[in-house]
């Protein structure tokens, strides 16, 4: 009986141990899939990313694309506001367009100076704007130059921007009296604020330049003597250009050209002559 609970016990541990080899080999069969599987996912989520990034790359590059078209396309529009609605036709609104900007803006404008022209949005009791494209950006820019003729009018002309455009320059419309009350000069152009800072004056900007060194007196005493040092021999460099200056001025009488000194003296040999020549005939005489 003794060797049947035996065996049985001898079993029973193999049994144990078995079920132990499973388990651990069950466990890491299972890590080593785990694994597998997620390396795989890995490298699939890393080839979608990238692929991914790509993708948003080229759509960023195909917006800019497209927006820049729609800038060349917008560039020769202008929009007019205030303009009275009573055409009935296309023909009528060229018209209307030609005469206004004649009376207002003096430009000799026909029907082939303007691509096309057309209202924008909704019919209501407010005349809607135009949008025009001119046949050449030469004209656009003549009109943009006057526009200030319509100061006193209610008549007033804008650039034609896209909607996106539009928003973003609303939203920098709040940093720009930012800028201004900080005292800079804030530009909107196009979608960029462009920022003008105060300039300051010349002696301003050269006084902050400047270092101010802190002088000890030693420094001061040697000053000192380099400036007395200095001054005497300017005084010395002076001199020495006046007596130069002056050699050279009783030096610089041209040949042939007496002084009125040496002429006194000639007149006066002269005439000491002329007196002993008189004095000899007298004796000779006698």
């Known amino acids: ?9 001898k079993i029973q541990n193999d049994l144990d141990e078995q079920k132990t080899t499973i388990t651990k080999n069950a466990d890491e069969i299972t890590e080593k899939v785990t694994r597998n599987i997620n390396k795989i996912l890995n490298q699939k989520l890393k080839t979608l990313e990238k692929n991914q990034e790509k993708l948003d790359k080229k759509i960023e590059n195909q917006e800019q694309r497209l927006n820049q078209l729609e800038r060349q396309a917008r560039q020769r529009n202008v929009v007019f506001f205030g303009i009275e609605e009573n055409e009935r036709s296309y023909s009528h609104l060229e018209n209307n367009l030609i005469d206004f900007l004649e009376k207002y803006f003096s430009l000799n404008i026909n029907c082939h100076d303007l691509e096309a022209a057309r209202r924008i ?19 656009k820019i003549k009109v ?10 209610d008549y ?14 609303k939203m920098l419309q709040e940093q720009v009296k930012i800028e201004q009350e900080k005292g800079n000069k804030a530009i ?5 604020l462009v920022v003008l800072k105060h300039n300051k004056t010349d002696a301003d900007h050269t006084d902050n330049r400047k270092r101010y060194l802190s002088i000890s007196p030693q420094h001061e005493k040697i000053a000192k003597k380099n400036t007395s040092s200095t001054s005497t021999q300017a005084a010395k460099k002076n001199k020495t250009v006046q007596s130069h200056t002056t050699l050279q001025r009783s030096s610089s009488i041209s040949e042939g050209v007496i002084k009125p000194g040496m002429l006194n003296f000639l007149v006066n040999k002269k005439d000491l002559q002329s007196d002993e020549k008189k004095n000899k005939r007298n004796n000779n005489n006698k």
């Open 1 to 9: 009986m003794e060797e049947v609970m035996a065996a049985l016990r």
């Open 121 to 139: 949005g909704k019919k209501t009791d407010k005349p809607r704007p135009i949008a025009v494209t001119f046949a050449t950006l030469g004209s």
């Open 144 to 153: 943009m130059q006057q526009k200030k003729a319509l100061n006193d009018t």
């Open 156 to 169: 007033y002309l804008k650039d034609d921007y896209p909607y996106h455009v539009l928003e973003k320059r």
């Open 188 to 192: 909107i152009k196009y979608d960029k």
